[in-house]
């Protein structure tokens, strides 16, 4: 049995598509398929009933699931204390954040922390949401960062995991103004004139809480995906630059906002609210990454 295996799977998992995964694993479908073959054969159970759309986890998979993630862990925090013995990288507190909250969030709420404190020697990793979730559970990082809803599966165990919500935020439908004030691409749009939509990739952890949404509407919307990509960063160039409507964090576009250059392309309720929300294993952490999450328990909620 291989590690790599175990990787394999708990990223399907996680996306519930073959070909997904594989991209996201660096290798080819047939090479991943066959991983995941062999890790059936070598539990002697098949994890995945692959008749489902989406794929979905036989009763096998279900009970395998926790003892994956739970070997996975342990192993990687192993392998990680082992190699800080005697580092001085044992005193850097190393944080994971998706990409959207990497470029805006991160710098002004760790500054804010600091603030009350000291300045704490850090590293950071941004990443795709799945990475993310993937770095905290093979021990790669102290604490990560990321968007949450109620829609977005973490896969992180609650008897394993704990989180703080350390901010919250807004997803709002914005859109190049025209030359009066008013968005180019209004929601819900129509039959004959669809919103032009600039959507992000099925992983992106604010994507799932979007499509939430769309699909869970009582009057239909009418849109037109022109474009797909995983950062929020490009699709606001994309949006700045009048190619279409995209859903983007309040706590990116706030400039934009204030000065007009992006026009919300709805009403309040066509808003999404999410929160901001650090994850750590329950594990004992270094002594300075404690001493950095005892500093959350009286911090102010940070909004976007």
């Known amino acids: 049995m291989e590690i790599r295996w175990l990787e394999d799977f708990l990223s399907l998992v996680d996306t519930r598509n073959f070909s997904r995964s594989a991209e ?6 047939p090479a991943f398929s066959r991983r995941i073959k062999s890790l059936e054969e070598w539990i002697g159970a098949t994890l995945f009933d692959r008749t489902a759309q989406p794929i979905r986890l036989t009763p096998s998979g279900e009970r ?3 003892v994956a993630e739970d070997v996975l862990r342990r192993l990687y925090q192993g392998r990680d204390s082992a190699r800080l013995i005697g580092e001085a990288s044992v005193s850097t507190v190393r944080f994971s954040a998706t990409h959207s909250l ?4 991160f ?3 760790l500054r804010a922390v600091e603030l009350r404190s000291h300045t704490f020697n850090t590293r950071l990793d941004s990443n795709q949401f799945t990475d993310c979730v993937q770095s905290l559970l093979r021990g790669d990082c102290h604490f990560m960062l990321s968007h949450t809803h109620p829609s977005i599966e973490m896969h992180l165990p609650p008897a394993h995991f704990t989180s703080k919500i350390v901010g919250r935020d807004k997803l709002i439908p914005v859109t190049l103004p025209d030359r009066t004030g008013q968005p180019i691409d209004r929601l819900p749009g129509t039959r004959d004139e669809p919103v032009h939509y600039l959507a992000y990739s099925e992983t992106s952890a604010i994507g799932r809480a979007v499509e939430h949404m769309l699909t869970h509407l009582e009057a239909p919307v009418h849109l037109n995906r022109v474009f797909v990509s995983h950062l929020a960063a490009v699709l606001k160039t994309m949006s700045s630059g009048g190619r279409g409507m995209a859903w983007l964090p309040e706590s ?3 400039e934009e906002l204030t000065a007009g250059s992006l026009v919300p392309a709805g009403d309040e309720r066509w808003s999404i609210p999410v929160e901001i929300r650090l994850y750590r294993s329950r594990d004992p ?9 005892t500093l959350l328990e009286g911090e102010e909620v940070a909004t976007g």
């Open 252 to 254: 990116g576009i706030g």
């Open 285 to 293: 952490l270094p002594p300075t990454a404690e001493e950095f999450w």
């Open 107 to 109: 710098p002004m709420w």
């Open 102 to 105: 990497s470029l805006t969030f």
């Open 24 to 29: 996201a694993r660096y290798t080819t479908q």
């Open 64 to 66: 395998f699931r926790p």
